[in-house]
């Protein structure tokens, strides 16, 4: 087992687990992601799960950072909050903020998290990306797709788990 400081507390956790994974054991610890889900690869392409890792010169994403022994990290620090925050912001540039029209509101991820780590308003004035829908089969809904994030979750949920 080894034995990390995750934001005051003690955890332990098998070795090769991920920082992600540590937070789960650990009562109370919440990291916002998008990409990671506990039964698919991991991808660590979303970026929102950033955390302040001591003496890593940047945030490391919690997701796909390997535990080691004596380890210190932060989730609620003020780097942490500011690299999670500038994700957010990114992640919604090109999405459509029409939340109280949309079928997803009230039951959406991204939804929830940009109440925790949004601003209220954006300092994009461009115009937002277009993605026209496209018919992959009954599984797969792409009817809204200038709303992913591209956590690609539904890439590796269809995908063929390694043997
Ligand atoms: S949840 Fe870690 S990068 Fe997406």
């Not at 992601?33 to 950033?50: Q, T, V």
């Not at 620090?77 to 009230?106: T, W, Y």
């Amino acid at each position: 087992m080894i034995e990390i400081n995750l934001d005051g507390q003690q955890v332990s956790v098998p070795e090769g687990s991920m920082v992600m994974h540590a937070a789960e054991a650990a009562a109370g610890t919440y990291i916002p992601h998008f990409c990671y889900h506990k039964k698919l690869s991991i991808a660590a392409n979303c970026r929102m799960c950033l955390v302040d890792v001591e003496k890593a010169p940047k945030p490391m994403p919690a997701c796909a950072t390997p535990v080691t022994n004596g380890m210190i990290v932060r989730t609620r620090s003020e780097k942490a909050i500011k690299a999670q925050q500038s994700v957010m912001e990114f992640l919604l540039i090109n999405h459509p903020l029409d939340c109280p029209i949309c079928d997803r509101g009230g039951e959406c991820q991204l939804q929830d998290l940009a109440v925790g780590y949004g601003g209220s308003s954006s300092r994009y004035e461009e115009e937002k990306r277009v993605v026209l829908h496209k018919d992959v089969g009954p599984l797969i809904s792409m009817e809204e797709m200038s709303r992913c994030i591209h956590c690609t979750r539904c890439v590796r949920f269809g995908q063929k788990s390694p043997a």
